[in-house]
C-alpha cells in the first residue's frame, strides 16, 4: 500500500493511494484517501484504523487487518513529512 | 451484480445431477428407515444403501466388503491416516506423504505427530509431481504408511500413483511386511480411472459433491485385510469399521452420481479439456505478465490455474464475483490462514507471485460462450486493478 500526500500549508491538498492486495486493502486505502483530502496533517493524524472500518459499513474480522494497513500507511506517510520539513 | 452465474470453481464443489437428486428424494420422506431395522420400510433403505455399495465397488474394481461411506472426502482421509497409522504402531511410526496434499491428509498427519508418529513431507517439481524414486528413497523399516494424492486440487497435477505404487510394492518385499498405501482421490473421480489394482492401492478418499453428487457423503476404499483401527465407535454398520446411521439418501445419490460420471467421463473429459484449453490458449493473449501454473499435460481436463503479476488474487476474484463470475484463488487474503497456497510454494511459485494467482475449473454445464464471457471480462479486471497497483512497472 503507497500513499502520496500533497501538504500545503499544513493541509493535505491532495492524496492517491497505490495498493495490491485483496478487495478489503483496496477499499480501505482508497476510503482512506477520501477522509483525508482536504484536512489538516493534524487532523489526520487523529485518524485511527476503526474510524476507516467504521466508514466502509464495518469488516470483517479476518479483514480488520486492512484497516490497520491503511491507518499505518497514513502514520508513515505523516511521519515521512514531518522528517523532510525538519530536516 | 450480473443476473447469472458462470460458475468456473468445480474444484470446490458441482452442482448435485437431476438425475442423481431424482434417485435421492425417496429416501428422505418416503424409504426413510434406518437400515439397520427389521421392517420392510427400513429393509428397502438396507437394500439401496447395499446396492449403492455394489455400484461403487464395480467402479473402483474391489469387493462391496471393501468400501466404506463416510461424511465426505476430509472424513475418509483422516479415517484412512488415522485408521492405519495407528494399526501398525507396533511395525513403526513413519509415515510419508507430500507437500501438497489437501489440508485433510497434510492437518491428519500433523495432528498424528502428536502421538510419536514422524512425517516425511516429500517436495515436488514446479509442476507439482512426486517423483516415484523421492517415494523410495524416503522409505525405512519404520515407514507403515504412503499417502499420496491422486491429482491435486489447486493445479490440477496427476500424480503418478501406479509408479509410486511399484517403488512401495517392491520395498515392502525387502522389509519383509506391508506398507499400506492410501490416495486421495477427491479430484481425480470422474476424470480419472480409479480401479484400485490399476493404481495399485489399498486405501481410496472420494468425496460425492466433486462429481455432481450431495455434499455431507463420501467413500473410503478399504483392501480386504490391511490393518485398520476404526475412527468412529458405536453401533455396528460398515462392519463395525464406521459406525453411525446411513447416510441413505447421500450414499444412493454418490453412488447415481460416480455410475453417471464413470459412463460419461470420456465425453465428460473432452467437453472440459476443450474449454480449458480455450483459456489456457487466449489469457496469455489477452494479458500480459502472467504464468500457468501446473504441468502442460499431466495436469486434470478441466483445471487452469494462472498468476497474474502485481496484482493480487482476492480482488481478481471479487471483481469477477462483481460481473457473475465465481473462481478461487491460492492468493493469502482468501485463505482463512492468511497463508498463501502451500501447493504453490512447494512448487516453487514465489510467494508474490502465488498472491496472485487465479484458479478456474470448468464443468460440464459450462459452454463456450461462458468461456468467451471470462475472456472478455478478466482482461479489464487485471487491467484496472494493475493501474492501482504499486508494483506495476512504469516502464511498459
Known amino acids: ?87 | 451484480m450480473a443476473e447469472r452465474t458462470i460458475y468456473m470453481d468445480h474444484a470446490a464443489t458441482t452442482p448435485v445431477h437431476p438425475k442423481v437428486l431424482e434417485a435421492m428424494l425417496p429416501y428422505f420422506s418416503e424409504k426413510y428407515g434406518n437400515p439397520s431395522s427389521i421392517y420392510s420400510l427400513a429393509q428397502e433403505a438396507s437394500k439401496a444403501v447395499d446396492d449403492s455399495r455394489e455400484t461403487v465397488a464395480n467402479i473402483l474394481g474391489c469387493r462391496a466388503n471393501e468400501v466404506i461411506f463416510t461424511s465426505g472426502g476430509s472424513e475418509s482421509d483422516n479415517t484412512a491416516l488415522k485408521g492405519v497409522a495407528l494399526a501398525c504402531r507396533q511395525w513403526g511410526n513413519h509415515v510419508i506423504t507430500s507437500s501438497i496434499e489437501h489440508h485433510a491428509v497434510l492437518h491428519t498427519c500433523q495432528y498424528l505427530e502428536n502421538f510419536g508418529f514422524e512425517i516425511t513431507y516429500l517436495p515436488v517439481d514446479s509442476y507439482g509431481l512426486v517423483n516415484p524414486s523421492e517415494v523410495e528413497k524416503a522409505i525405512t523399516d519404520r515407514t507403515t504408511m504412503v499417502s499420496i494424492m491422486l491429482a491435486n486440487n489447486e493445479v490440477g497435477t496427476i500424480e503418478p500413483i501406479s509408479e509410486i505404487s511399484k517403488v512401495v510394492r517392491a520395498r515392502e518385499k525387502r522389509l519383509g511386511r506391508s506398507i499400506v498405501f492410501h490416495t486421495d482421490a477427491v479430484q481425480g473421480a470422474g476424470a480419472l480411472d480409479l480401479n484400485v489394482d490399476q493404481l495399485g492401492i489399498d486405501l481410496l478418499s472420494l468425496s460425492s459433491h466433486k462429481f455432481y453428487g450431495p455434499k455431507g457423503v463420501g467413500v473410503l476404499y478399504l483392501r480386504r485385510g490391511t490393518p485398520f483401527m476404526p475412527q468412529q465407535s458405536g453401533g455396528s454398520q460398515e462392519r463395525y469399521r464406521r459406525a453411525g446411521t446411513e447416510n441413505v439418501p447421500g450414499i444412493v445419490g454418490t453412488a447415481t452420481a460416480l455410475k453417471l460420471a464413470v459412463e460419461h467421463m470420456k465425453s465428460n473429459n473432452a467437453h472440459c479439456r476443450k474449454l480449458r484449453d480455450r483459456l489456457v490458449t487466449e489469457i496469455p493473449k489477452r494479458i500480459p505478465n502472467v504464468r500457468l501454473n501446473g504441468h502442460p499435460s499431466l495436469s486434470l481436463p478441466n483445471n487452469a490455474n494462472f498468476s497474474f503479476e502485481f496484482v493480487e488474487g482476492e480482488s481478481i476474484l471479487l471483481g469477477l464475483d462483481l460481473v457473475g463470475v465465481a473462481a478461487s484463488s491460492g492468493s493469502a487474503c482468501t485463505s482463512a490462514s492468511l497463508e498463501p497456497s502451500h501447493v504453490l510454494l512447494a512448487m516453487g511459485v514465489p510467494p508474490e507471485i502465488a498472491h496472485g494467482s487465479l484458479r478456474l475449473t470448468v464443468g460440464i454445464y459450462n459452454s463456450a460462450e461462458d468461456i468467451e464471457y471470462v475472456l472478455t471480462v478478466l482482461p479489464g479486471i487485471v487491467e484496472r486493478l494493475r493501474a492501482l497497483s504499486p508494483l506495476t512497472s512504469s516502464s511498459s
Open chain 1, 1 to 87: 500500500m503507497r500513499l502520496y500526500l500533497k501538504i500545503k500549508d499544513d493541509t493535505i491538498e491532495d492524496v492517491r493511494f497505490q495498493t495490491v492486495g485483496c478487495g478489503a486493502a483496496i477499499a480501505a486505502s482508497s476510503m482512506l484517501t477520501v477522509m483525508i483530502k482536504g484536512i489538516s496533517t493534524g487532523e489526520a493524524e487523529k485518524l485511527t484504523n476503526q474510524a476507516v472500518a467504521e466508514a466502509l459499513g464495518g469488516l470483517p474480522p479476518t479483514k480488520m487487518h486492512c484497516s490497520m494497513l491503511a491507518a499505518d500507511a497514513l502514520h508513515n506517510a505523516l511521519e515521512d513529512y514531518r522528517k523532510r520539513s525538519a530536516g
